[in-house]
């Protein structure tokens, strides 16, 4: 299911469109049935890959028959400027998907990004 969950966001989802719009589709992946699903919503500048970038992530998980959890990513990336800077935290949910997105989209890391330009989108499955 989880390779099902990664070709959704991946066909859906484009550079382009507005951070609400990704939330959007992430929001319908969910429909996608999974069992015991939790929920990351997770923000900051980081150097992951060397070079630092603005994160604004979501991010689906479930445990795999290894005891081990399967992670579906949906990173916006953003150049990082003086308005996001100031933003960094997580935030797990795992009983009630209507009030991450809810939380999600009332963060003020939303409000400030939602207004920024895109660098860059990556989608991608990873286990813990």
């Known amino acids: 299911m989880q390779q099902k969950a990664i070709s959704y966001l991946k066909e859906n989802i484009q550079k382009d469109m507005s951070l609400r719009d990704m939330i959007h589709v992430f929001r319908e992946m ?33 445990p795999n028959e290894d005891e081990e959890f399967m992670q579906i990513h949906l990173d916006v990336l953003y150049l990082p400027s003086e308005a996001n800077s100031a933003y960094q935290e997580s935030f797990w949910e795992e009983d009630d998907v209507e009030n991450f997105f809810r939380y999600v989209l009332e963060s003020e890391a939303f409000q400030t990004v939602s207004q920024e330009k895109v660098y860059k989108v990556e989608i991608y499955l990873d286990e813990t």
């Open 30 to 62: 969910t429909k996608i049935p999974m069992e015991e699903d939790m929920f990351l919503f997770e923000t900051g500048t980081y150097d992951f890959t060397g070079e630092p970038l603005f994160y604004f992530s979501l991010v689906r998980q479930n």
